[in-house]
């Protein structure tokens, strides 16, 4: 994106058209805190159109063979490919983070939508034997419908495209509404949908007040379906909103993911995949490492090298050479990452590193972070941080590192390292997490589910159950003449 770009105002992708922008909404670079763009917006009405389109170009798309809807998954993931330079910088640009990350995204972003044009052949029914003479059974999968999709701002191309890959390869339209603060890479993803000649309809972008756009979908009851990435508190109130109308959710909400590193761990391998699971999209990921624990007799030789480490990392502008981290996405979030250290200290924590704000450019950056002595109670021990911030304390046993790691209301990912294959097993069993990762620290692939337990979803995304989550289930019962 040039400079000249910057008082471009994106137009937004509705009935198979381009629409004229209103009420444009500036879109900020976190890095130097300006606007770099501006979008348009839309308010219920705009939306109760664009859900009126879905459902007439529903009985269409979903009498498609699945192989057809495939290949329209396919030629999207031509286009975001050929693309992949342009789309990475702008979600650096809007995002933050660094451009090898962004590239990274897009990356993961292609390989979505290649397993899901596979998916688009594979929502399998079955044959029921009888038990009663003169019948036949059966059971068949069918789409649920127009979906409405709300996308996050961390991953702002990847996140949206788990949603509308399973749900357009099902059979289901989807209207589509990007977070306010990255709304640009959801512009070229409509791009590419009508560079596929997808049917006008099948795929809508909106943008504008979330609380306007969500309720839309919440009260029309064209949208059968909402599937959503954000808090736990925005998830409540999507809950509460259907409560009359039992639409159906898919939600994927916060997570306080623990690490735990055993005595008998790889020492070096321990303390990279922390740093990479810590500070990673500068920490601002939902299964990001909140808590640190590690075994006391390999305590001080870990927290040594770990903060060795975070000193080491480079702070910057995304697309600067060697970046490492990058800004918090706004002012708001650098001011919550500063109060959790803040408080942490006042509750007699240690700031071995970090903990301030980082001066090197005018954006919204924060020093990598490492805290020790922290009480169990302190806020960054029990809430979601969403910074380059880690918290790190000991523990004497397996049954304690267990406990700790459970005891949040969150449940999206834990990790462990640890060479002993018993107590990999035992821990793959007992922690309370939707993924474990066991001396990994980069578990997310397209083929295997994406969840949380407790407080942190409903619901799964990606593997088969990506699909599963936008089919609805019959069940055919046949008398037959003998």
């Known amino acids: 994106m040039t400079d000249s770009q910057a008082h471009d105002v994106k137009r937004l992708y509705l009935g198979g058209r381009w629409i004229e922008p209103a009420n444009p909404l500036d879109v900020i670079n976190p890095a130097t805190g300006e606007a770099l763009a501006r979008v348009g917006t839309v308010g219920r009405q705009e939306v109760a159109r664009a859900l009126a389109d879905a459902e007439a170009a529903w009985p269409a798309w979903r009498k498609r063979p699945g192989q057809e809807r495939g290949a329209f998954l396919d030629r999207i993931a ?23 990350q962004s590239r990274g995204e897009v990356k993961m972003t292609v390989d979505h939508l290649r397993w899901f044009a596979g998916e688009a052949e594979r929502a399998y029914g079955r044959v029921v034997p009888n038990q009663v003479e003169g019948k036949r059974h059966l059971v068949v999968r069918s789409p649920v419908g127009v979906v409405g999709a709300i996308a996050p701002w961390n991953f702002p191309l990847v996140l949206a495209v788990r949603k509308v890959a399973p749900a357009l390869a099902a059979g289901c339209p989807v209207v589509l509404k990007p977070a306010s603060a990255t709304p640009l890479n959801a512009v070229l993803l409509a791009e590419a949908v009508e560079e596929a000649e997808l049917p006008p309809g099948v795929f809508q972008l909106v943008a504008g007040r979330a609380s306007d756009i969500g309720a839309e979908l919440l009260e029309n009851s064209v949208c059968r379906k909402i599937t959503f990435t954000g808090s736990t508190e925005v998830g409540r109130l999507l809950i509460q909103g259907t409560r009359d109308s039992i639409k159906k959710l898919s939600l994927e909400l916060g997570g306080h993911a623990p690490v735990l590193v055993f005595d008998d761990a790889d020492l070096d391998q ?6 990479m699971a810590k500070f ?38 995304g697309l600067d050479d060697g970046v490492e981290v990058g800004p918090l996405i706004d002012e708001k979030a650098l001011d919550h990452a500063l109060g959790q250290v803040a408080e942490a200290e006042a509750q007699g924590a240690r700031v071995l590193c970090g903990g301030k704000r980082w001066e090197g450019a005018k954006g919204f950056f924060l020093e990598p972070t490492i805290l020790v002595d922290v009480p169990p109670d302190s806020p960054c021990m029990c809430d979601e941080t969403f910074a380059p911030v880690a918290p790190v304390a000991a523990f004497d046993s397996e049954e304690e590192a267990i406990a700790r790691a459970n005891a949040t209301r969150y449940g999206l990912a834990a990790y462990a390292f640890t060479n002993d294959l018993s107590r990999a097993w035992r821990l ?18 397209s083929q295997c589910p994406f969840g949380g337990l407790k407080q942190s979803g409903w619901g799964r995304e990606l593997g088969t159950e990506g699909l599963d989550a936008f089919l609805e289930t019959k069940h055919i019962s046949m008398k037959v003449q003998a």
């Not at 975001?80 to 809007?94: G, K, P, S, V």
């Open 78 to 100: 031509d286009v975001l490919q050929r693309r992949a330079d342009e789309i990475a910088r702008t979600i650096t640009l809007e995002n933050g983070k660094p451009l090898a």
């Open 270 to 275: 321990a303390v990279e995949g922390t740093l």
């Open 280 to 317: 990673r999209n500068t920490g601002q990921s939902c299964i990001a490492a909140n808590r640190v624990y590690v075994a006391r007799s390999l305590y001080d030789r870990f927290v040594d090298l770990l903060v060795e480490k975070a000193r080491a990392l480079k702070l910057g502008n």
């Open 428 to 445: 793959a069993e007992s922690l309370e997490a939707g993924t474990i990762c066991i001396n990994d620290s980069v578990p997310a692939t």
